[in-house]
């Protein structure tokens, strides 16, 4: 009995998130669109939506006979991991389907198909928090939380930029938090690695990553050991076949990424600094990254370009007063990082979470680090989504064992820094 009054309440909690999610991003979006119209802009915050997504979504709908036959062209002659992107042209089709069916917008139409799906990702993440010995109430709050003052509110309201894909990353932690082996769990990360793939192949390849650290992790917890054993065994000789099979394809988007993240000229700035440094110098990226944009209030007006400013025009449709939401984002990961900072440097935190970051946790923070350091050069947070749902959850773990004085004084001073971090980009830009 108390088990499906369980499944009843977490059913109503994640409805309540999708519900409140969908309905106050959507007021964001009707903003952003009052504003583009009051300026007489084509589009708003990002440049691919315009220039990329629209244009496309248009020639395939306006070139084909119907939406069957739309999705026909878009998947032709696809193959696992090639390097084009199918599952993105499906989702824009099918809003600009929509569009046309009810003569709405298309921008806002695209916009909104976008936070249906950017919605589910609070209810995945209430899961989560369930699976981290949370309770309802607490999953509740810091799921609303997270959902509202993150990146991932503001990359919610825009065109297909990577929340679908942080949405997928979600799914697939959440299925190496099942404690026994099944080899259902095992189909289900490889289905959802593969449809990541037809979003972005880099991103579906690491998502294979986690089918043996699952099965590594089922063995360490499985009554039946030697029958795990041998499922595990057929499984990664599975993977590597897939693997070779598609070598090329993989080539190909290991020899692209190389060449535009990691051999590519990150230039003098920060980035560029920091990249020269081995391996400390990653990790700092990584914490750079994560407190983006610095001064805070950058990206409301037109950027400067060393020292000198660029005409005050300059993209502003990217650059204005509707990127708002960005500075919470930056203080939400400032605040997050001192925790973390302050409970790997303490021995007493480190001693009162041991019995509350659980094993499944622990490998996901590892594969976070992972994933933020090969991606440490890429100045975007939308990439990283995924994997800092995963630091937000061990943050609210260490802050459920502070004490009161302790909560007291580390707030102060991850306001002062922040302030002071101000403070140092107001100085590195050249003024304000």
Known sequence: ??????KKENRLFSVKIYYFLFVFASFYILACKLYMDDK?????LTVDSWEVFIPMTEYYLNTSKGLLDALSYVWDDYFIFKREMPGYYTILIFGGWLSEIFKTDLYLTLQLSTLFLASFIGVVLYRLFLKNGFDQKESYKNTLIISFLSVLFFYSTIILRDSHIALLYLVAIYLTFKKEFSIVTV?????????TGTLRSE??????MLIPLYLFMSLQVSKHKILTFFMSFFVVIMIIYLGMSQQEEVKTVYD?????YIDADKGGGVIGSLDSIPLVGKMGAIVYNAVLPIPCWRLLKSPSRGKAVLREDYRREVYNIMNFPRIITAFLNWLVLLHICAWLLSQDLRKRTKNLVSKPLFYQLLSGLL???LQATVLSHRRLMGYYCVFYILFFIIYRVFTSEQKR??????????LMLQVFGVVYEGGL
């Open 1 to 6: 009995m108390t088990s499906l009054v369980n």
């Open 40 to 44: 007489n802009y084509d589009h708003l």
């Open 187 to 195: 189909v289900l990360l490889l289905f959802v690695s593969i449809v």
């Open 203 to 208: 991103s579906g390849l690491f998502l294979l």
């Open 256 to 260: 692209d990424n190389r060449k535009h």
């Open 371 to 373: 994933f933020f350091y």
């Open 409 to 418: 004084v580390l707030m102060f001073w991850t306001i002062f820094s922040f």
